[in-house]
């Protein structure tokens, strides 16, 4: 039987339910959203006892399905005020998977002012007093501190952000190494797991698979896992080798790329921060590329970036953060980049929206343009709790609203992702609509996706982003299932048949598009009662010219507005 | 003819224009909205190049009426991202109606960086280079220079907060001795002129009459004005002595007194910062009570406190203030409180938005309770324009957002003013349906407010405050008269008539009732389209019980939601 762990933090007790018949074919974002949506009042302050946060574990995680141990959590956003679901990769999810527990539900709030952990084994769930050495501790000592105490254990931790309650705080993930190099990077949850008193969640399955969940119909299922994974293994050579920093060069090729604060689209120096110049520095330096987020990934998109005397600086170097750090600041060394990454890991901030907030900085004067040594000193301010730390923690909107600028790269609340909207206009239409804040994982129109749509031109926008956002929700976050493996319709049927053959159902490839709608809907619908937009684009994208050229945010606000709005029929001629 | 005058920030021009035919017989605050609505996006950027600041002279300003000078300035509100007026005392509405000006529409931003001052004259409005010596300033030393160099004129600045386009940035504006202690203190209105480079507006009719537009049925008119001059000095007694801080006892006494960040609502030294207290310090010291804040003021509330030495701290030290920086803060001293409010005033901050900060910070840890000096110089911080300075000036929303704090005292972006909505529960109702973020101006049920009504229950508030917020909206905010003329039934036919005798119309006061509803609709309508939500009073406020009384929120949302739904009739049995 698979269950539910629900930790209670206001009397500090734990316990365990069987799941739902209604959750009973839920997972990952699914199932964060719907124990959101029936046990989180949408008004309640996202730090206030009545927010909850929530562990769900993928409809196909733990299975050998490819690249599908990410792991959702989600509670209302303390960044956004509506729904969120984030993913991450580290092994927590197969663990937990194997040991059963599909969700885990932290509610409440201690009446005291101590720090907790919260470990989950096969014994069970506990709550303990968290270790005095970890608290005000960055994740990287915490995780150590915590590794060393709990050996093989994954762990989730907060740093000095979530401790603070900033809105830009994430939860770090470690990874195979015990590094907490990955992310529960968006929409604030740190905070939530602060509001909590939370310090980290500790995972160890001690190796057992206890209550796993047996596949109901394993020679329907294996054949298929298979034929999926030689695709993606196929598919995802380019991002083994650079990382996902690979899209340096095609996104700045379209002119999307944010440069000087979201200024200009291109970059001059854009060739000495690409996937491939990452790749080239590991082979001089000792550090790796292909390296796996999760067991089971096939796609290995990650990476560790040393420094110039090998010695580790942080690992997950990922797109969003060099281009945000990078060519948004005029930074155009992959060193400086890294340690900035490495420092929002170990403050537990998002690197998306702190490195707006870096370009914002910059723009106020607060450092020069390119300045290294001045944005890892600004970005350090966070670990040191003081006013500008904990502000830089907050995210991009509030950071724009204290220095009273109108150029806010936000989206809901949250900051976009390093995909300009005026160039890369269907992911454009994916933060507008987007009910996560400013997040491309919400359905991402990376340059060249759709048949024959230009990135930089509003045509057939639209259609291909509803489907990409429907199959997103459903065969990607939902099952726990890396985005790499591709939220496109010739990965459907792969995906349906999986799920089928695990839970020994059939639904058809209809019935799942129908199930990544409802999901949207749900949030919308959440989103709605907590006083949220369907739409939100910045006024700024859509009257600022974007250099080289001359791009505004032009699709049609009536069209983007019914994205969501599945009684309107839509042009999908152009979806792969 | 009256006028109104267009000042283009983004090419230096002014220009005049005849008054439209479907503004005749608007004034304040129902003429800001209505050129707001007409001219400017809902979800435009409140300080980017779209926004518009208006000024709306009242329908009755410039007359006999009593305390009929008061002056309403308008914009989207960067605080609540709602529409927003503000009203403030001082000789300039009187002067603009003079000039028959009756509105001035600052739009536009200018490409450079130069501050600039716009002077407005007998001879036209002119936008001349602010002088060297007042950028970077606060607003005491900026109405200095400017008097000196345009003597007699009425000065309307922006202080260090505005010019760095903080959410909570007010406009000081000179009083009939030329301090700028007077304030259009909420929503942001100074982040807006700062926005558009705008220092300071200068304004002197140089004692012209030329353009006022005489009074059609002179002979109907004075006997009303005369009359109701009488029982607004009558009513004002209390006032006049003891200026508007007479209401910390009452307040005190209905339990609904800020004390210690909003934990209870009885202060045990209440007695130190009372209006009388106030008062006896100023027979010691050389203060004034007594004083008008325009000519023609009949009532007086307002006042001047000296240190011991007898030298000038401030004026017009309001109740919001000496409780929010008083008891919230667990200050008993009338002299520190009265220089927070001086540093309030000067570098161009709202006092209401600032002392709940402070309440905030001392939660925070950030500040002793009761620290006379660490409160002073935690003030001091916002005119050294340090984060943590620029923050604090940011209003108490996004200060609690950095913070982590989930007790958050504001609606709609804005903070509440100095009566808890659990105790004073009809205060509670317009904070939480208020169109301009937490104000009690919008229609105040100062405790004893309605017939027997009991402010610290629920029953009967609804139908009290939809009265209230029609008449603050109509008789008050609309004519240029001041608060506390009393938004009240028995006050409407003395308004009314002195508004037909004025413009030679024939309202009913029906027609007056419908009027105010309709500045309610269109300001709800705008609000909607920016995406603000109809209701909102923070969840904290209904679950944590407020000593000694143990009062939650409790007023039924259903019926709160209705406040500005006309088509639902409500008890009105208990107006007065």
Redesign the interface.
């Known amino acids: 039987m698979e269950k539910i762990l629900r930790i209670n933090m206001a009397d500090l007790t734990t316990s365990e339910e069987a799941v739902k018949e209604e959750y009973k074919f839920l997972g990952g974002r699914s199932l964060t959203d719907q124990i959101i949506v029936d046990e989180v ?1 949408p ?8 927010n909850k946060f929530v562990i769900g574990v993928g409809m196909l995680t733990g299975t050998t399905a490819p690249c599908s141990g990410r792991l959702s959590a989600g509670a209302k956003s ?1 960044l956004t005020g509506g729904i969120k679901e984030s993913n991450a990769g580290g092994p927590g999810g197969i663990m937990l998977a194997r040991m059963g527990i599909k969700a885990v539900v932290v509610e409440g709030k201690p009446e005291d002012d101590k720090f907790y952990i919260i470990r989950i084994t096969p014994a069970g769930a506990e709550i303990l007093e968290a270790p005095e050495e970890i608290i005000g501790k960055g994740t990287y000592d915490t995780a150590k501190v915590l590794i060393e105490k709990y050996p093989k254990s994954n762990v989730m931790a907060i740093g000095q952000a979530g401790e ?4 830009a705080s994430c939860i770090s993930v470690t990874n195979n190494e015990g590094d907490p190099s990955r992310n529960f990077g968006r929409g604030g949850l740190g ?1 939530v797991l ?2 909590k008193k939370v310090k980290a969640i500790v995972i160890n399955n001690e190796g057992k698979r206890d209550g796993f969940l047996p596949i109901a119909r394993p020679d329907e299922f294996k054949p298929v896992a298979k034929e999926l994974s030689k695709m993606a293994n196929e598919a995802g050579k380019g991002l083994r080798a650079y990382g996902t920093a690979v899209l340096v060069t095609p996104v700045n090729k379209v002119g999307g790329l944010p440069t000087k604060n979201w200024h200009t689209g291109q970059d001059e120096n854009f060739e000495k921060i690409t996937g491939q110049a990452i790749h080239a520095l590991a082979e001089e330096n000792g550090g790796q590329w292909g390296h796996a987020c999760h067991p089971g990934c096939v796609i290995q998109c990650s990476n560790i970036v040393n420094d110039k005397d090998g010695n580790y600086i942080t690992g997950s170097l990922e797109f969003e953060t060099v281009a945000l750090f990078g060519s948004n600041c005029l930074i155009d060394d992959i060193e400086t980049i890294a340690w900035c990454d490495r420092m929002c890991d170990d403050f537990g901030v998002d690197t998306i929206d702190t490195g707006c907030v870096a370009g914002a900085a910059m723009d106020a004067g607060l450092i020069e343009w390119g300045d290294k040594e001045g944005l890892k000193n600004f970005v350090a301010e966070i670990g040191k709790k ?3 730390g ?2 830089i923690a ?1 995210g991009v909107e ?1 950071f724009c ?6 150029r ?1 790269p936000a989206t809901k609340g949250q900051s976009i992702a390093a995909y300009d909207p005026r160039a890369c206009k269907g992911t454009g239409v994916t933060y507008a609509t987007s009910q996560m804040g400013g997040d491309h994982t919400f359905g991402n129109a990376l340059p060249g996706r759709g048949k024959d749509v230009n990135p930089n031109l509003p045509d057939h926008q639209v259609g291909v982003i509803r489907m990409l956002q429907i199959l997103s929700a459903s065969i990607i976050d939902s099952t726990g299932t890396c985005l790499f493996v591709g939220p496109s319709v010739t990965k459907l049927p792969y995906i349906t048949k999986m799920v089928n053959a695990r839970y020994g159902i059939d639904m058809t490839e209809e019935d799942m598009i129908e199930f990544g709608k409802k999901v949207l809907t749900q949030e919308k619908e959440f989103n709605r009662a907590a ?3 369907d739409v ?1 684009m ?3 994208f859509k ?1 600022e010219k974007l250099a080289p050229f001359d791009l505004v945010f032009d699709v049609p606000e009536e069209d983007v507005a019914n994205v969501q709005n599945f009684d309107v029929e839509m042009d999908t001629t152009r979806v792969w």
């Not at 008004?43 to 009545?50: M, V, Y």
């Not at 603070?164 to 809105?167: G, I, L, N, Q």
């Not at 609203?401 to 109108?406: A, N, R």
Request: aromatic share 6%; hydrophobic share 35%; glycine share 10%.
């Open positions: 009042d008004k309640c302050h996202a730090l206030g006892p009545n303390p603070e309650r900033c809105a905070a602060g509001s003081t006013p500008l904990l502000l907050s509030t609203k204290v220095y009273g600028q109108s806010v006083g949220l937009l939100d910045p006024e700024w009257i």
